[in-house]
């Protein structure tokens, strides 16, 4: 028979597991006197995948940096796993199970595709870290490259590395910021295989993209940023009645 302390605690767990992986309310953001982002408001579930959509300067990239404290001053709530994070370093911000891959990738070139790998510290549940032996299952072309320098891998391998890299961290909510940019076709279908892959063992997803054929069959849910502001939210059962729409807020 269960006692009234083990009740407590399994209430208290479920009702953590039902809060959202990431919850945003009336985010501001500056980059020094700039106010780049006015009021963002969204929410992403556990085990979702949702794509911020845009033009260029909408403010897709600043909502990223500003969930891992990248920005200048901001003010509103930014809530990972029901815990508020607006006033926390970005280093703190990590430890909250987040891995983010930046769309300029970051590796360090001077090291080898496998030393990058070995290098990032846990930030998450170590039990969700992924080992060397996954991510080379994943990503074949990066056991083939695993002793190369990070200069000497193609853009598609570098890629790749930076979304291992954070893998291998044991972070559940991944912001990926236009992972798809400039490459190759065969790269692009390798990194949606991967996103499903890693959907459908529980990771959370944020994705920017510009390139809407790659993020329409991937994503739960989109949210449209125009000026700093969430101007459309909809879910994938509504893709084909919001065209119209996003034909005119993104000229797709």
Request: hydrophobic content about 40%.
């Amino acid at each position: 028979m269960n006692t009234v302390a083990e009740l407590e605690n399994v209430e208290v767990s479920e009702l953590a597991s039902a809060e959202p992986a990431l919850e945003i309310a009336g985010l501001q953001t500056w980059y020094g006197e700039s106010h780049i982002l006015h009021g963002v408001d969204l929410t992403v579930n556990r085990g979702e995948v949702v794509t911020l959509l845009g033009r260029n300067g909408a403010g897709r990239t600043t909502t990223l940096r500003a969930i891992m404290g990248l920005t200048g001053r901001r003010t509103g709530s930014i809530r990972v796993g029901g815990r508020e994070t607006i006033e926390m370093p970005t280093h703190r911000i990590a430890h909250c199970g987040i891995g983010y891959c930046p769309e300029e990738r970051g590796i360090f070139s001077s090291l080898s595709c496998e030393e990058n790998l070995l290098l990032p510290p846990p930030v998450g549940d170590t039990a969700h870290m992924m080992s060397l032996d996954e991510i080379y299952a994943m990503f074949p072309n990066l056991q083939e490259r695993r002793m190369s320098q990070g200069t000497r891998l193609s853009g598609g391998e570098q890629q790749m590395l930076a979304v291992a890299r954070i893998l291998r961290t044991g972070a559940n909510l991944l912001l990926l910021d236009e992972i798809s940019e400039g490459l190759a076709p065969v790269i692009v279908q390798a990194l949606a295989r991967m996103i499903m892959t890693l959907k459908a063992r529980g990771y959370t997803i944020v994705m920017v993209e510009q390139n809407f054929r790659f993020a329409a069959p991937l994503a739960d849910r989109f949210y449209v940023m125009e000026h700093g502001r969430i101007v459309e939210h909809f879910g994938a059962g509504e893709l084909e009645s919001k065209m119209p729409a996003l034909h005119d807020l993104l000229g797709v």
